[in-house]
């Protein structure tokens, strides 16, 4: 659905490039592609299917969201 299943490939491409080329180890890269993917996908649940539609309201949102997350063990969400 919306843009995790439409373009999420191409954007983690293009942000791998991009990290790539700005000297991130692959491990660093990896972990930001995961962050990146888990905010494309929360994005194409709301319906976004353009990376042009994001607002500052959809960041927000997804500031909220990642709050509420936890973990199974009940701790908060963490990339490190």
Not at 16 to 22: T, V
Not at 65 to 73: F, N, Y
């Given at each position: 659905a919306g843009v995790c299943a439409v373009n999420v490939g191409l954007w983690l491409e293009r942000f791998?490039?991009?990290?790539?080329?700005?000297g991130f180890t692959e491990k660093t890269?990896?972990?930001y592609g995961y962050a990146l993917r888990l905010f494309l996908?929360?994005?194409?649940?709301?319906?976004?299917t353009d990376v042009a539609e994001i607002s500052r309201g959809e960041v927000d949102a997804y500031r909220v969201?990642?709050?509420?997350?936890?973990?199974?063990?009940g701790a908060a969400l963490s990339l490190a």
């Open positions: 791998d490039e991009y990290l790539r080329l700005r890269r990896e972990g996908c929360f994005l194409g649940d709301r319906g976004l969201h990642l709050h509420h997350c936890r973990t199974r063990s």
